[in-house]
């Protein structure tokens, strides 16, 4: 009898400790979702520790060199959701756009209604990490960040915000919006770095 390798597979290879598979997308945030009528009026912004500030419109953005990424995302609640397909703008193609300092070594997300999640430079440079606008062939619903999220996906997913509007280069590490309330600082799947005191 013949097993590929997907079949040989172990489950347990794929599947952090401690989480379970859902095939269904569960939609998971603090706050509102944003509904956007014009798009002219919303931009990504890249600032903190850079030459000059720098803003982006949905436009230029769209321009950006394209990628498409297939991943595994891991939240902290317990479910993971194998075989994302996820469209958009590697994070490395957003650094071309700034001048950041050579002391940057720190990143924090900002999302709509002040929502920030924090990650070393390292990570948020990761050749997996990502701007998406689209998973699975569609463009992102209001729910799942429309219209840009971040999605970096060795880290557990609360580090993959939706509705990012800016990008700010820290020369120290500063906590954003769960990890000031007991999430872990870096948070991989992994090593079950769920809390501060994980
Ligand atoms: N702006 C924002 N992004 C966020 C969150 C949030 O509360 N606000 N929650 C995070 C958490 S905990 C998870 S698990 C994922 C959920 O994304 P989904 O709703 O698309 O599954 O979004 C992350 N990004
Ligand atoms: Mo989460």
Same mark, same amino acid.
């Given at each position: 009898m013949y097993f590929g390798k997907e079949s040989s597979e172990k489950k347990s290879d794929r599947v952090p400790p401690n989480q379970i598979v859902t095939k269904k997308w569960p939609v998971l945030?603090?706050?509102?979702?944003?509904?956007?009528?014009?798009?002219?009026?919303?931009?990504?912004?890249?600032f903190g520790h850079v030459e000059e500030d720098v803003r982006l419109t949905y436009e230029e953005i769209m321009d950006l060199p394209q990628t498409e &990424?297939?991943?595994?995302? =891991?939240c902290v609640t317990g479910w993971s959701k194998l075989d994302n397909r996820w469209e958009g703008i590697a994070t490395q193609e957003f650094v071309k756009k700034v001048n950041v300092?050579?002391?940057?070594?720190?990143?924090?997300?900002h999302a709509e209604e002040g929502w920030?999640?924090?990650l070393p430079m390292e990570d948020f440079l990761k050749e997996t990490s990502m701007l998406a606008h689209s998973h699975d062939g569609k463009t992102l619903t209001?729910?799942?960040?429309?219209?840009? &999220?971040?999605?970096?996906? =060795?880290?557990?997913?609360?580090?993959?915000?939706?509705?990012v509007r800016g990008i700010e280069f820290l020369a120290d590490n500063k906590p954003g919006f769960w990890e000031r309330n007991g999430y872990h600082m870096l948070g991989r799947p992994w090593k079950e770095e769920r809390f501060?005191?994980?």
């Open positions: 945030h603090y706050g509102n979702v944003p509904y956007y009528e014009d798009m002219n009026e919303w931009d990504l912004r890249l &990424r297939k991943n595994d995302i =891991h300092l050579p002391e940057a070594n720190y990143v924090i997300i920030t999640t924090n209001p729910e799942h960040g429309y219209p840009l &999220r971040a999605v970096v996906p =060795h880290l557990y997913f609360w580090k993959s915000a939706k509705w501060s005191w994980d």
